[in-house]
């Protein structure tokens, strides 16, 4: 049975229980299918899209509360499903929703679409639950993915929202909840900037934000801690992706609180190079390599660029220009490995690792065993041997876990001494900001 067959059949049971306590049961709206943000209806014109109007008619016709705890929810409370499971949060009308997104006034795009909402709230289905990892959604906007992940039963959902102007609202239903959402003025992708001192909002220390919400540190092993939902920066997503993945080698801002999750929509160029294979010399880069190494990576969803709202200051393109096919926005799940990090491979010379795939990557036709050479004179052919790699394989054929073994069997050899890239990897690191 499926996650949305089994939520229906629990609330079933919940309304028989419910009528038996006297209590109204209340009823299921149907969503309206996906639409194009590209028609024009939806940006001035007189005439509404079919399925707004059926959404509209829908939402007054059925007027769900706010979920405040009436006697019915609170003598359930604790016993059985979360309270958002019967007494549900009205998600808006589609129309209503574009209006809201259309305050932003920088580069971003929401998610107003219910049906998008639902599908990513069903792929968390198993992570929503009381003793499972805490929810933070970035930059939540009008709260349609809020709203809907509370109504899945998310016990705790973070919304950290960077704009003021979304703020009052997300706020006034954090007020009407019984401690399952908390709204934080912050920018995820502004976490631990460069530099030291007082933070102006959104700006934010990962430490003070962790602190704040009661989050600790949990072993590298342990259980995800916290799964961040959202959409990549349109303008930074490839220095934004950099920044994370020094930070995970390094067990730095979030990841030193564990191993935190990544669930997010990303555009599908990046996509299809962080998932390039050995051999694609176009699109396998060291960025990609160092990901598949650290993550297990899986593709969720795609999902066109108009199903989704897109707000900019100055206009521009909705859809940034590329060599490769850029036609979706992929839900991609990212989870660090338990086993990343072994005696060999640690915090302390993980930036090694980093800078060795880069400089191996940097000509993909290069042969590899000319790289080791360069780094320890005569030591490229015993190390290809010892891991049994062709001696005129090229870097850009060479495997992500290859390349880790790679690095373990260095750091066990006695003629490569431990500056070997000490200076490069000292520079890199000042220019990243994790120190």
């Known amino acids: 049975m499926s996650a949305h067959s089994s939520r229906l059949l629990v ?7 419910c009528q038996s306590c006297g209590a109204q049961p209340l009823r299921l709206a149907p969503l309206a299918r996906a639409y194009s943000i590209d028609s024009p209806t939806l940006t001035g014109g007189s005439q509404k899209p079919q399925a707004i109007q059926k959404l509209e008619k829908l939402s007054n016709s059925h007027s769900l509360t706010h979920r405040n705890l009436s006697a019915v929810a609170s003598s359930l409370k604790g016993q059985c499903r979360p309270l958002s499971r019967f007494d549900f949060l009205d998600v808006g009308a589609v129309e209503e929703n574009i209006k809201k997104a259309l305050t932003c006034r920088v580069l971003r795009r929401f998610i107003v679409n219910p049906d998008i909402a ?3 709230a ?4 198993s992570d929503l639950s009381e003793n499972r990892a805490v929810i933070f959604e970035c930059n939540p906007g009008p709260g349609v993915l ?12 973070v919304a950290l929202e960077s704009e003021k102007t979304f703020l009052p609202d997300l706020q006034a239903l954090e007020s009407s909840l019984d401690g399952q959402l ?14 030291k001192g007082p933070m102006k909002p959104p700006a934010m220390y990962t430490e003070k934000l962790f602190n704040d919400l009661g989050i600790t540190e949990v072993a590298w092993t342990a259980d995800v801690p916290v799964k961040v939902i959202g959409i990549f920066s349109q303008r930074n997503e490839r220095n934004m992706l950099w920044k994370l993945v020094y930070a995970l080698y390094e067990r730095l801002s979030v990841f030193r609180y564990g191993r935190v999750e990544l669930v997010m929509f990303i555009s599908e160029k990046e996509y299809t190079k962080l998932t390039a ?20 990576i899986q593709l969720l969803h795609k999902e066109p660029w108009s199903s989704f709202v897109t707000t900019s200051k100055h206009g521009g393109p909705a859809i940034p220009r590329s060599m490769f096919t850029n036609d979706h926005l992929c839900l991609v799940r990212m989870t660090p490995r338990r086993d990343l990090f072994t ?4 915090t302390s010379n993980s930036a090694t690792l980093v800078m060795m795939i880069k400089q191996c990557l940097a000509k993909r036709k290069a042969k590899l065993v000319d790289r080791l050479n360069s780094w320890s004179p005569g030591s490229g052919q015993k190390l290809l041997k010892q891991l049994e790699l062709p001696e005129d394989i090229f870097t850009g054929h060479v495997y992500p876990e290859e390349y880790k073994q790679l690095f373990l069997a260095m750091e066990h050899s006695e003629e490569f001494l431990q500056s070997w890239l000490y200076e490069e990897i000292l520079e890199n690191t000042q220019n990243t900001g994790f120190q």
Request: hydrophobic letters at 40%; proline letters at 3%.
């Open 277 to 296: 294979n050995p051999g694609d010399l176009r699109q396998y880069q060291a960025l990609g390599v160092l990901w598949q190494m650290a993550c297990d």
């Open 343 to 346: 005696d060999s491979l640690t």
């Open 146 to 157: 809020t709203r809907t992940l509370l109504n899945a039963g998310a016990q705790r959902v």
């Open 182 to 195: 908390e709204v934080v003025h912050c920018d995820f992708f502004k976490l631990d900037p460069i530099g």
């Open 11 to 17: 609330f079933a049971v919940r309304t028989v229980r």
């Open 122 to 125: 069903d792929h968390l289905d």
């Open 118 to 120: 639902s599908l990513i």
